[in-house]
């Protein structure tokens, strides 16, 4: 018979792809009716839990350097017997850096062993019964995942030969580096880097050139391996370099190394599959659509750090989600395990889940509208507004007089340390799509600032909510123009910053000087009557999305510091947003997780 591609609903509300033909007839039996080919095809669904989960089996990994990585193991077993169950299955890797002896698997993996998985836990070196000395990431701890791969799909008993990654946070992110490290025609066949960033330095490291206290935090939450040293391990000399103003307080070849969107072409090249989420609320919101663009990118040849203009081809095989979560929310609950479980049907198991046929693999939970989009492109589209800052408003117009605002730098932001800029209301309803930009000329009296921009809109009743917010270091105010980006007419969007010592230059005191503060990506729908405001203040704002600490030196530079905010013709300080119509947006079919 004549064959050919036809897609249908899912009862997920995802697509299937099966067989048709002008003969071909569909038959359902059930309960003594029969259902011909008019009907509705039977859609796949995931599995049911058809296993108990064994006790851990606990042994040692051998790497190549002789330092030993401590795994557990779980098994499917008959529910009534408790005996493992026999033939082999695909096994999922988890690689946990704080598990305070042995990471019991069957804590997060039992929905998976349930379903015909083998699930195991290591423990990165350095850290629980692992030797070794314990990195931030990098190349040794791919190294390390990608030996424990082989060692599953080769060496571990009941494995089937095919090996997928999962995990949240720490242990979603180092599945990239596992990914870039295991080469071609690997047994690892997909990865679901969850509550992951994209570029370790810009989004958690460090925010606008200023350290954060994530790399201390970590430290102090590891529990560091029989082997390990604390006082010397690659990550203490790390978080040393970074308070001290070291080399690694800046955007170094350590970092570069770190960098996800880095290291997506070698991932694209090994051939492995990616489905990636974060939160709009996460430590780093929105954080892993860096690397969906840069997934896409590398797959089809273009700069890995530009974004995904409407037209340009993507692929199912790197998805990413961005739900209205904080770090971590509802990861381990029904609904985003069936999305994995669906993810590791598709690759590990080849079932005809039809999840990878799709044209808008990006799925992204609209605030404002409380529903789901999909897309291909990120930003969704390039269209862009811009608003001058004024007398206490943001307007369209460049401000037709002289006039300027007083800020006087705090080690923490206060109401009265802080200038606020707020639209009329809007006369129709826009949506807020992707990263946004506020250019501020302002002159100094030191030669160091630190200027802070939160992005909020507000309500008739005068609520105000968070959209996004960004602050920069002043001697870290040049702007690489080839990795930045820009909406419709040149708009500048995403303002990108080198980081790095060589980068770093001085304000002149007394000067004005220009400064372009990169705003958090959001997709937020803003309903006519709303306004739209931009706040400004010389220290990080109280709710900023994760705390920096100052070095000493660059505390030392910003004390007393007087920074008088331009707002005249000749240096209009304004803000770029990525506004557009709420219609760009097109409701997605499928549910990609809780609404709240």
């Avoid at 509300?13 to 038959?27: C, H, N």
């Avoid at 836990?121 to 390390?144: C, K, L, M, P, Y």
Wanted: glycine content about 10%; overall charge negative; proline content about 8%.
């Amino acid at each position: 018979m004549t064959k050919s591609k036809a897609r249908y609903r899912l009862g997920s509300s995802r697509t299937v792809s099966v067989l048709t033909g002008s003969s071909a007839a569909l038959v359902l039996v059930a309960a003594g009716q029969t259902a011909t080919a008019t009907a509705q095809p039977l859609a796949w669904q995931p599995p049911a839990a058809s296993y108990a989960v064994s006790q851990p089996v606990h042994t040692t990994v051998t790497m190549d350097d002789g330092v030993r990585i401590a795994v557990e193991i779980v098994y499917p077993t008959g529910p009534g017997t408790g005996e493992r169950a026999s033939g082999t299955f695909p096994v999922l890797l988890t690689q946990n850096p704080y598990g305070t002896q042995r990471s019991d698997p069957a804590d997060n993996g039992a929905y998976f062993v349930r379903r015909g998985y083998v699930y195991v836990a290591s423990a990165v070196r350095g850290t629980g019964d692992s030797g070794g000395q314990v990195d931030w990431f990098g190349d040794r701890q791919g190294e390390d995942g990608a030996a424990l791969v082989d060692w599953a799909a080769h060496t571990l008993p009941g494995s089937d030969g095919k090996v997928g990654l999962e995990g949240c946070s720490y242990l979603g992110v180092n599945q990239w580096f596992t990914a870039a490290a295991v080469g071609k025609d690997s047994p690892l066949k997909a990865i679901a880097p969850f509550c992951t960033d994209s570029d370790f330095y810009n989004d958690l490291t460090a925010d606008g050139g200023i350290p954060t206290s994530f790399v201390a935090g970590i430290g102090r939450a590891e529990p560091r391996g029989p082997e390990d040293d604390p006082a010397t391990d690659p990550q203490s000399v790390t978080v040393a370099q970074q308070a001290a103003g070291g080399s690694r307080a800046y955007d170094d070849a350590y970092w570069q190394d770190r960098n996800v969107q880095k290291l997506m072409p070698r991932i694209v090249r090994n051939g492995i599959p990616a489905l990636s989420e974060a939160g709009w609320q996460d430590l780093f919101p929105g954080g892993n659509l860096g690397a969906y663009a840069a997934a896409q990118n590398a797959y089809f040849g273009r700069p890995s750090t530009a974004p995904i203009r409407a037209g340009e081809p993507v692929t199912g095989r790197y998805q990413a989600i961005a739900g209205p979560w904080t770090h971590g929310e509802h990861v381990d609950e029904a609904a985003l395990q069936a999305i994995r479980l669906e993810w590791f049907e598709t690759w590990l198991k080849d079932a005809p889940t039809g999840m990878a046929d799709t044209s808008t693999p990006l799925h992204l939970f609209e605030n404002g509208a409380g529903s789901w989009t999909d897309s291909a492109a990120w930003p969704l589209s390039p269209r862009a507004r811009t608003y001058y800052l004024g007398n206490g408003s943001l307007t369209a117009a460049r401000p037709p007089e002289q006039g300027d605002d007083r800020l006087s730098w705090a080690a923490s932001s206060t109401p009265d340390g802080t200038l606020t800029y707020t639209t009329a209301p809007l006369t129709e309803a826009a949506l807020l799509d992707g990263p946004a930009d506020v250019t501020v000329y302002a002159e100094a009296t030191t030669t160091e600032t630190e200027l802070s921009a939160t992005l909020s809109i507000v309500a008739p009743d005068g609520t105000v909510t968070k959209q996004a917010d960004g602050v920069l270091l002043g001697s870290q105010r040049a702007v690489d123009t080839e990795q930045s980006w820009y909406g419709a007419n040149g708009t500048l969007l995403k303002p990108v910053h080198p980081f790095t010592q060589a980068s770093q230059r001085p304000v002149t005191p007394g000067r004005t000087t220009r400064y372009d503060i990169s705003l958090l990506p959001s997709l937020t729908r803003i309903p006519a009557g709303y306004r739209i405001r931009v706040s400004l203040t010389s220290g990080p704002p109280a709710d900023f999305h994760y705390p920096v600490s100052p070095t000493a030196r660059q505390l030392a530079d910003l004390a007393g510091g007087v920074y008088t905010v331009e707002r005249s013709a000749d240096a209009a300080s304004f803000v770029n947003l990525p506004l557009t119509s709420p219609g760009t947006a097109h409701p997605s079919d499928s549910s990609w997780g809780p609404a709240s």
